[in-house]
């Protein structure tokens, strides 16, 4: 007899509503009467759904669902990687997320100085992180990259007193403002996005409603299993063919038009908004989160003499000039247009940050077997 969660997944993976919602988007894709119909998902969670589940093989031939900014080890910026590697480099403990390691900066990664003899933990999270501080007596640097859904992790620990040897360096970045660089674009052929349904969570809908207006493009946000997926992008193709440009949330049972109130209350008394670049895109106004001057006493930037021009006298490695990363995150490039897919960049061998992370465009590629035409190959069996 299956469990409570067996129960919901099924309910979730339940192959008549998928062929149902197949045949919807697929009617409604070809009464578009356009090819390609090109919308957007800002979240790599979702790129890993429709990868792992194989959701490209129930999407009409006409619609191009790409993969935006939404990995954000990938658009941490090279300077912030280096920040990192810099303090390492002076002697600080620095902790970070197991992906974090490979990620390239201008010279070095933060594996390259573990390997020179530097302090580099891998944490879980931020909770881990403190815990590690309470437990040794030497400064620990926590390195922070997320979107908004994990920057209220790392003010949740901020707010509840952290040991007085523990501080962030923050590359947390929020999504919203990103999106208004995405859709500007030039050459951007975008006609609506699919938002992510967790970041949603604690930002409620709401927060999609000036960009849908100001840029006259539907917004649907949308859960993570392989139902919701289809049902937003159903919803998302209705409302371009109905040139409706609003804001609907597929994904009820989580989030609310308001979201998370109480976590909105712990992110923006810790964090301000700052302009910055995500990696290979852009400066995005307003799209870094930054620690308050309340919190200067754990702000990394604060508390040390970050020496990061030391790192640019070195070239970056040669590969790393021909990166698309940037033009991959900002939806006008695929992983297939770049010469070193699979070649010379791999996950063992990431030469971009894209190759790096599970929720990099590149890496999710490489590891389900790149962008088969799984139509095709279901034709053929
Ligand atoms: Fe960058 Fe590697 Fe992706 Fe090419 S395959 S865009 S080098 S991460």
Redesign the pocket.
């Known amino acids: 007899m299956g469990t409570t969660s067996d129960v919901q997944h099924l309910k979730f993976r339940d192959p008549e509503r998928a062929a149902a919602l197949e045949h919807a988007l697929e009617v409604q894709t070809r009464a578009l009467g356009r090819t390609p119909v090109t919308v957007m998902h800002v979240c790599g969670s979702h790129e890993q759904a429709i990868a792992r589940f194989g959701l490209r093989a129930a999407f009409p031939p006409e619609l191009d669902v790409i993969m935006g900014p939404g990995c954000p080890v990938c658009v941490t910026d090279v300077p912030e990687i280096d920040e990192a590697v810099a303090l390492a480099l002076q002697g600080v403990r620095v902790a970070t997320y197991g992906d974090m390691l490979r990620v390239p900066g201008t010279a070095k990664s933060l594996a390259d100085a573990r390997a020179a003899g530097a302090r580099v933990d891998v944490v879980y999270g931020v909770a881990q992180a403190a815990e590690l501080a309470r437990t040794i007596s030497e400064p620990l640097v926590f390195f922070a990259s997320g979107f908004e859904t994990t920057a209220v992790a790392t003010a949740a620990v901020l707010l509840a007193g952290p040991p007085p040897n523990f501080s962030v360096l923050s590359a947390h970045k929020y999504i919203p403002p990103v999106m208004e660089i995405v859709a500007e674009m030039p050459g951007s052929t975008v006609e609506g996005f699919l938002a992510a349904g967790h970041a949603a969570t604690i930002t409620g809908w709401g927060v999609f409603e000036r960009f849908a207006a100001r840029h006259q493009l539907p917004v649907v946000v949308a859960g993570f299993e392989p139902l919701d997926i289809l049902a937003g992008l159903v919803r998302l193709v209705e409302l371009i063919a109905s040139g409706e440009p609003r804001v609907e949330n597929t994904f009820p049972r989580c989030v609310t038009r308001e979201g998370n109130l109480a976590a909105q209350e712990r992110l923006w008394k810790v964090f301000e908004l700052q302009g910055g670049r995500w990696r290979g895109i852009a400066h995005v106004p307003n799209g870094n989160l930054r620690l308050r001057d309340e919190f200067a006493a754990w702000d990394a930037r604060r508390r040390f003499e970050i020496d990061v021009a030391a790192l640019w006298d070195h070239a970056p490695p040669a590969l790393v000039a021909?990166?698309?990363?940037g033009d991959?995150m900002a939806g006008i490039a695929s992983?297939h247009d770049?010469p070193?897919?699979g070649e010379a960049?791999t996950p063992d061998a990431?030469?971009?940050?894209?190759?790096v992370s599970a929720e990099g465009t590149?890496k999710i590629w490489h590891q389900y077997g790149g962008h088969p035409d799984l139509r095709q190959l279901r034709r053929r069996a």
């Not at 021909?322 to 990363?325: D, L, P």
């Not at 990431?350 to 190759?355: E, F, T």
């Open positions: 021909q990166c698309q990363c991959i992983p770049c070193l897919f960049c990431p030469v971009g940050a894209c190759m590149c």
